[in-house]
């Protein structure tokens, strides 16, 4: 099962206690790489705010962003089990964070190819 780690928390409650009630992380990869592409902080009046906002404002420090992201980057790999999110033709999703429930929703695409041949196709109705 998939789960943050322990040293998450703090910055979690931080965030909270600023008045941030859910974190959206988006994710893809492919070829044989994985980023993490945004992490949108959303406010109780459905306000968003990027990290620059929040490094400004004082939520969160330059450090506690990066634990927080190379954190995040674990928790994927746990909570999609066995899919292969940044080899071949990669994946992509997405990971919400309620922080009034401290739970977790994640939604994941698979891409995937399909791939077909035919041969001595005749080029003329005879």
Not at 31 to 60: A, E, F, Q, R
Not at 67 to 88: H, R, S, T
Request: charged share 25%.
């Amino acid at each position: 099962m998939a789960k943050l780690s322990q040293q998450i928390l703090p910055i979690l409650v931080k965030l909270k206690d600023k008045g941030i009630n859910k974190i959206e992380i988006t994710f893809s990869g492919s070829g044989d790489s994985g980023d993490i592409d945004d992490i949108i902080y959303y406010d109780i009046n459905g306000k968003h705010h990027y990290l620059t906002d929040m490094v400004s404002n004082s939520y969160m420090t330059e450090d506690e962003y990066k634990l927080l992201q190379n954190d995040c980057y674990e928790f994927i790999d746990d909570a999609i089990e066995g899919a292969d999110w940044y080899n071949n033709e990669g994946g992509f999703g997405n990971i919400t964070i309620d922080l009034d429930t401290m739970t977790a929703n994640v939604e994941y695409s698979q891409r995937t190819v399909e791939e077909y041949s035919w041969e001595d196709l005749s080029l003329f109705d005879i």
